[in-house]
Structure formats: structure tokens, C-alpha cells
């Protein structure tokens, strides 16, 4: 009887202790192919150095390529859920992508942090957005940047040329209310696909509004396109992007042709030139030194803070859930969820995060700043 009793403690005691030391793991699906792959890599290359333990917990991340594709997407999440029974899932890097594993982290009920731009990926919160968050500033926030630039520059009638998905779409409702309220008159409103090679038909269209300035709705290298066609054609306006351009693959892409742009970003591409007294920029440097010790110097892209920021959340996050469940458990999935969403004045490399019931983004305009291109860099703009 003594024997079986110390049998029996012995594993109690075994099974306690694997309880208590189970990693948290962490799924990650990104675009590191494919047309998205200038966003993708970045945010790949930053997932190697995020915290590798938190709250007395290892951290395990699993990294998957999408391929910027949104069926893979959803393959990916399915599996990471199914098979590697991952505690969160961050990603995807690009609006389709993350809009479409909506479902299955829903209907695991297991939290996600997405790396794309739309607000439509957390907003209405509903039952199933509830266990969705984002990084990337919502489009709006970019949008009235980019209309208040162009009211206060003389701009009067603009043309918009994005993708035909939901983050051109997004872009294009957004940009339209921006518009408004600044009273600046849309005049061309024109679509493309991300893997199109020509742009010209819809150029022309443009050309022939006679817009003073034209935004291309775009993120990456399949951005430069439309701009690139329209100096070919003579187009002398002003050029505005969003942010999802703010990379050095895009400046590469675009050359001469994107020189003069202008477009809102987050703190981190411009960091080192902020006044001391922006309260983003001690947070946004310590990423840039990070990765640019991994990468080299001038390697850092906004994308891959996207990621950054996603990670110290959860680092942020993780100690407050293992207080009410053990990670592998549906008990610290929920209870991780509710800590992503309790995260208060957290400094990351794009903002300061206060996230609620509310806001699943949890940033201000302390999130953005407006950037121009100049001589094949970024140059800060400082409001006027």
C-alpha cells in the first residue's frame, strides 16, 4: 500500500511539474513569398527576435509561408491550430489573408494578431473578431493623414488607384470619408490586381480627370506600378502612397520614378529623426538597433515592427493568462485573449498600445507620422 501510494504522488508530482513548465506556442503564418514577400520577410526575419520567455515560460514560435496566398493562409492556421495545437496564431502579413483565417481562429476560439492594415480585420468586434487583434495602423487613421497633407499642400481634386482586394477596397472607402471631410473632390477611382504587370488603361483614366494628386492604394513592390506608369505618361502631380509601401524593397522598385512621394508612416521608419520628446521613439530605436544588429544597418523595414510589437504584446500578455490556465489549455487560450485585450501604455516600435473591448488596435496619432521620399530615402516631415 505504501509503495502504490508513492507511486501514485510521484506521478501526481511528474504531472504537476509538466503543467507547470509547458511552453506557450506560438503560430505564425506570413507571406515571405509571393507578392507580398517584401512585407513578409521582414516580419519572418523579426519573429527570430522576439522574447523567447516570458512569466517563467519558454515561448515556441512556428513559422509557416503563406505564399501571400489566402487559401495557404487558412491551410496554415488550420494546422497550427490542428496539429501544433498552438496557444495563438500571429499573422497573416497582408487584409485577404488575415481576413479569411477569421473562422478557424474563431471557431477554436483561439487569439490572433494580425500583421495587416484593414480595419474590417477587427472591426465590428462581433463573436468572432473577439479573438481577433491587429499592429498596423488602421487605414483611416493613414487616410486622414494623407487628406490633411493634401488639404494644407493645395490640393483640390484626387484620383485613387488601388488593389482589387480588400485592402484596396478598404483603402478606397476610407480615403473617400478622409476626402470629404477635407473637401477635396474624388475624380478617378481605379483598380488593380496585385500580380498585374500593366496598369495603362486605367492611367489613362486618370490622366484624363486631371487630378492635382494621385494615391495609390498598394503595400510592397506591386505598389510602384501605377506610379511608375504614370511619370512614363508625364503625370507632373503630387504622388501620395499608404504605408503600406515603407520598405527598402519598394524605394529599390520604384527608383527615380517614386522620388517626391509622399506618405503617412509608422514612427519607426523615420525614428532616428524624431525629436527627443516623441513619445515613440525610445520603443521604435530599440527595435531598429535589434534588428539591425541581426541584419545589418539600414535593413529595418516598418513591417517586420509590426511583428515586433505583435511579440511584446504577447509578451506583455502571457504572464497575466498563466493566472487563470496552463498554455495547451482552452482555459489560457481565453484567458490569453482577455489579457491582449487589458494591454495598457505599451510602447512598441509603431505607438503606444491601450487596447479594450472596444479597440481591438489600441493606438492613437501618436502611431503615425507623415514621410516623404527624398534622394532614394525617407525624410520625416514634421506637422505644420
Known sequence: MKLKKLVLTGAILTGLAATAWADVNVGVTLSATGPAASLGIPEKNTVALLPKTTGGQKINYIVLDDASDTTQAVTNTRKLIAENKVDVIIGSSITPNSLAMIDPVAESQTPMISLGASAAIIEPQDAKKRWVFKTPQNDIMMALAIAEHMAANGVKTAAYIGFSDAYGEGWAKEFGKAAELKKIKLVANERYSRNDTAVTGQVLKIMAAKPDAVLVGGS?????????????????????????????????????????????????????????????????????????????????????????????????????????????????????????????????????????????????????????????????????
Open 220 to 384: 510592397g513592390t506591386p505598389a510602384a506600378l501605377p506610379q511608375k506608369t504614370l511619370k512614363e505618361r508625364g503625370y507632373a502631380g503630387k504622388y501620395y502612397q499608404t504605408h503600406g509601401v515603407a520598405n527598402a524593397d519598394f524605394l529599390r522598385v520604384g527608383g527615380k520614378d517614386v522620388e517626391g512621394t509622399f506618405l503617412p508612416a509608422g514612427p519607426v521608419l523615420v525614428a532616428d529623426q524624431l525629436p527627443a520628446s516623441n513619445p515613440v521613439r525610445k520603443s521604435a530605436m530599440a527595435y531598429i538597433q535589434a534588428y539591425e544588429a541581426a541584419y545589418g544597418k539600414g535593413s529595418v523595414s516598418t513591417f517586420g515592427g509590426h511583428a515586433w510589437d505583435a511579440g511584446h504584446l504577447l509578451e506583455v500578455a502571457v504572464p497575466e493568462a498563466l493566472k487563470k490556465g496552463q498554455p495547451g489549455t482552452p482555459a489560457f487560450r481565453s484567458a490569453l485573449r482577455d489579457a491582449i485585450e487589458g494591454v495598457k501604455e505599451m510602447a512598441g516600435a509603431h505607438g503606444i498600445f491601450n487596447m479594450s473591448p472596444q479597440d481591438h488596435l489600441g493606438l492613437d496619432q501618436r502611431a503615425r507620422v507623415m514621410v516623404k521620399i527624398e534622394n532614394g530615402h525617407w525624410k520625416y516631415q514634421p506637422a505644420k
